[in-house]
Antibody, heavy 123, light 107 residues
Framework: QLQLQESGPGLVKPSETLSLTCTVS??????????WGWIRQPPGKGLEWIGS???????YYNPSLKSRVTISVDTSKNHFSLQLSSVTAADTAVYYC???????????????WGQGTLVTVSS | EIVMTQSPATLSVSPGERATLSCRAS??????LAWYQQKPGQAHRLLMY???TRATGIPARFSGSGSGTEFTLTISSLQSEDFAVYYC?????????FGGGTKVEIK
C-alpha cells in the first residue's frame, strides 16, 4: 500500500527557502502511472496546488508560485522534494504531498495523500 | 485558471439524513472532477474521481454526479464518521484547482 510522508523544518525565516521532502513507501517513485504532487493549505483556508513532478523530472507548476518553486525527484532515495524561495508569512501553511494518477497521458486526481506538515514563516 | 466554487460553505445535517454538496466550475471540466474528504488529524481521502466513480473502499452511500460545470456529491444517509470537510478538484486543465470546501456538521 502506497504511503507518503512529508518531512522538513517546521519554521522558516522570511526571505529564506522552504525545503520539504516527501518519502514514498510501498511503491516506486519511478512508477510510470504516477505523478507526484505538492499541495498546501494556509490556516483556515482552502487547498492550493503547488506543482507536480514525474519520475523523469518533468514538472508542472502553479503559475502563481512558478517563479519561486522547484520540485525535483530522487529516484535513488524514492523521494521527491519541494523548494519554495523568498518565503513570506503568506507561505505559512500545512504542506501536503500526494501521489497523482497518470492515466492516458494526463495527470489526474490525488491518492493517497501524506498527513501534511505545518510550516510557519516567522523570524 | 478554472475557478471551483463549492456550496454551501457549511451544511448542518442530522445523522441518517441525506446531504447534498455542490461544486461549480467556471468553465467546463468535462467529467474531470474528484472529491475528497478531510478530517482533523487524518490524510485527505479520495472519495470520487471522474465525477461519479467511487474510489476503492468508499461506501455506496457516497455518490457523485454531474459533468461540464455542475457537480454534486450526495451522502445518502449520514453516518457519524461522515462529518468532515469535503473538497472538489478539477483536473481538466493546469493549474489544478480546488473548491473552497464544504463543512458537513452535526445538526
Amino acid at each position: 500500500q502506497l504511503q507518503l510522508q512529508e518531512s522538513g523544518p517546521g519554521l522558516v525565516k522570511p526571505s529564506e527557502t522552504l525545503s520539504l521532502t516527501c518519502t514514498v513507501s510501498g511503491g516506486s517513485i519511478s512508477s510510470r502511472s504516477c505523478y507526484w504532487g505538492w499541495i498546501r493549505q494556509p490556516p483556515g483556508k482552502g487547498l492550493e496546488w503547488i506543482g507536480s513532478v514525474y519520475y523523469s523530472g518533468s514538472t508542472y507548476y502553479n503559475p502563481s508560485l512558478k517563479s519561486r518553486v522547484t520540485i525535483s525527484v530522487d529516484t535513488s532515495k524514492n523521494h521527491f522534494s519541494l523548494q519554495l524561495s523568498s518565503v513570506t508569512a503568506a507561505d505559512t501553511a500545512v504542506y501536503y504531498c500526494a501521489s497523482q494518477a497518470y492515466i492516458s497521458d494526463w495527470a489526474n486526481w490525488f491518492d493517497p495523500w501524506g498527513q501534511g506538515t505545518l510550516v510557519t514563516v516567522s523570524s | 485558471e478554472i475557478v471551483m466554487t463549492q456550496s454551501p460553505a457549511t451544511l448542518s445535517v442530522s445523522p441518517g439524513e441525506r446531504a447534498t454538496l455542490s461544486c461549480r466550475a467556471s468553465q467546463s471540466v468535462s467529467s474531470n472532477l474528484a472529491w475528497y474528504q478531510q478530517k482533523p488529524g487524518q490524510a485527505h481521502r479520495l472519495l470520487m474521481y471522474a465525477a461519479s466513480t467511487r474510489a476503492t473502499g468508499i461506501p455506496a452511500r457516497f455518490s457523485g454526479s454531474g459533468s461540464g460545470t455542475e457537480f454534486t456529491l450526495t451522502i445518502s444517509s449520514l453516518q457519524s464518521e461522515d462529518f468532515a470537510v469535503y473538497y472538489c478538484q478539477q483536473y481538466e486543465n493546469w493549474p489544478l484547482t480546488f473548491g473552497g470546501g464544504t463543512k458537513v456538521e452535526i445538526k
